[in-house]
């Protein structure tokens, strides 16, 4: 039997048409359900109906004698459900199918009358499954075992053939499996003994609920960015995650971001599960340790990034909550990030290329990228993440407004990122990046010498940047 049957888009007189089909062959589900359209036939002017306009529904027998069987069904039902998941999942409801007096406990005037047919209805099926019941033996006192059914032609216990017609769901995997795990813990009426579980894996589950990237904010207001004592006493909390549409739906981040197209191009990150915090006191504080302390934060733009990192409230004051972060910035955002300036001249369109005289320059004003040398960062940052974008993400993710060679603009972006990233113990380029370039850069950024022996001279090659021709800019 199916777990949960999705609305077909065939007529009802083809679907029944089906049934029959199947039934022929032998089919002990569908054997049942033609019994139940035996007992209740369709109106034959809606057997042209599609099922989104009309659906098959079986009217239970209302009974007026107290029924012992159906009582041990329901029973005997509830206690398959406690302990095999696919029972669970199939919500089963049963019925009588007839007003025909109970066949239990036994008379000897009605000795001939020991049958009794009753429906079973799975989960949102159309058809459910009607079948002939008997008491075997019929002896005191009434059990779930005694009650046997009638299924091509073969008397079989009432409990063996729901066992043999279980749900599948959990053997499928991904959430098919989930749901029906959630189904059968929410039926079973078991609880699970998490504190039980050594530290070591609770962790690592409150890690996957939090998740293992998150993209921190922090509670200052976006209209208060130049008062720095507000920005201090603001808090940091968990976030929203990151979807390409998080600027519309979030008008707080809308406000705060400095680039619009901040979002890069096929990433995603659902927003952390915080519903583990309302456990208790000790899951509370152990899910907020995992969280802040063994996710890598993320951030997409860079005055998000600054005001995480000056905010003083929060999680600053109990985690060391920074030691682990990837900065996802657009070429241009990496650029004004370690104060690399571009100064555009006069326009000088041509048709060929609508070319702008441009030069670059350091940037007078200090970097933001100093806060990656800051007391705050310098002593708790050990693992350090630089993601590049890809050029899908537009000409306006560089600073020229123009596409530009991508392998280039990442090795003039670690230069000057060069003398902030230095000594960070873990340093990795992430996303569009040519292997030969991040294998050199990481060699660069590791403690010692690089490949070859040569130390990296980044000042030489950042004046070099800083010189070149505004003809090949």
């Not at 459900?81 to 009588?96: K, P, Y």
């Not at 005191?140 to 009638?150: C, D, G, N, Q």
Request: proline residues 6%.
């Amino acid at each position: 039997m199916a777990a949960h049957s999705k609305p077909s888009s065939e007529t009802l007189g083809t679907r029944l048409d089906s049934i029959r089909c199947k039934s022929r062959t032998g089919d002990g589900v569908h054997l049942t359900r033609h019994f139940t359209l035996m007992l209740q036939p369709v109106s034959p002017g809606k057997l042209d109906t599609r099922q989104s306009n009309y659906r098959y529904k079986f009217q239970g027998v209302e009974q007026k004698q107290h029924d012992p069987v159906l009582g041990t069904i329901i029973k005997g039902i509830k206690k398959l459900n406690q302990n095999h998941i696919g029972i669970a999942d199939l919500n089963i409801r049963v019925l009588a199918s007839t007003n025909s007096p109970p066949i239990w406990p036994s008379q000897s005037c009605l000795s001939a009358h020991d049958i009794k047919f009753y429906t079973l209805f799975i989960n949102n099926e159309e058809f459910p499954s009607t079948m002939p019941v008997r008491i075997i033996p019929r002896t005191a006192p009434l059990t779930m075992e005694k009650i046997w059914v009638r299924v091509n032609h073969k008397w079989q216990p009432i409990s063996e053939w729901l066992l043999e017609n279980q749900s599948k769901r959990h053997e499928q995997g991904g959430w098919p499996a989930l749901q029906a795990q959630y189904n059968w813990w929410y039926k079973n009426g078991k609880t699970f003994p998490f504190l039980e579980l050594p530290k070591e894996l609770r962790l690592v589950i409150y890690e996957h609920l939090v998740g293992h990237e998150i993209y921190p904010l922090s509670t200052a207001d976006p209209g208060c960015l130049n008062n720095d004592s507000a920005l201090l006493i603001a808090r940091v909390v968990f976030g929203k995650g990151y979807s390409r549409n998080i600027c519309l739906n979030y008008d707080y981040i809308a406000r705060m971001a400095i680039d619009r197209f901040v979002v890069e191009v096929g990433s995603s990150a659902p927003a952390p599960e915080l519903a583990i915090l309302l456990a208790n006191k000790q899951v509370h504080d152990e899910a907020l340790q995992a969280g802040w302390e063994n996710s890598r934060k993320c951030f997409f733009d860079t005055e998000i990034f600054s005001t995480v990192v000056v905010a003083q409230a929060g999680p600053k004051s109990h985690y060391n909550y920074l030691n682990k972060l990837q900065l996802n910035f657009t070429h241009k955002a990496y650029f004004n990030f370690f104060g690399l300036k571009v100064d555009f001249g006069e326009e000088a369109w041509s048709w060929l290329g609508g070319a702008y005289d441009s030069t670059m320059s350091q940037s007078p004003r200090p970097p933001l990228a100093e806060y990656l040398t800051s007391r705050s960062l310098s002593h708790t940052l050990r693992d350090l993440q630089l993601r590049f974008r890809s050029p899908e993400d537009g000409t306006d993710g560089n600073a020229w407004g123009r596409p530009c060679c991508q392998r280039t603009i990442v090795d003039w972006i670690m230069t000057f990122a060069f003398p902030f990233v230095k000594d960070v113990p873990k340093v990795t380029l992430e996303g569009y990046v040519k292997r030969p370039s991040k294998l050199m850069w990481e060699d660069a950024l590791k403690p010692g010498e690089m490949e070859g022996g040569a130390p990296f001279d980044w000042q030489a090659e950042k004046n070099k940047i800083l010189k070149t021709s505004s003809d090949c800019l």
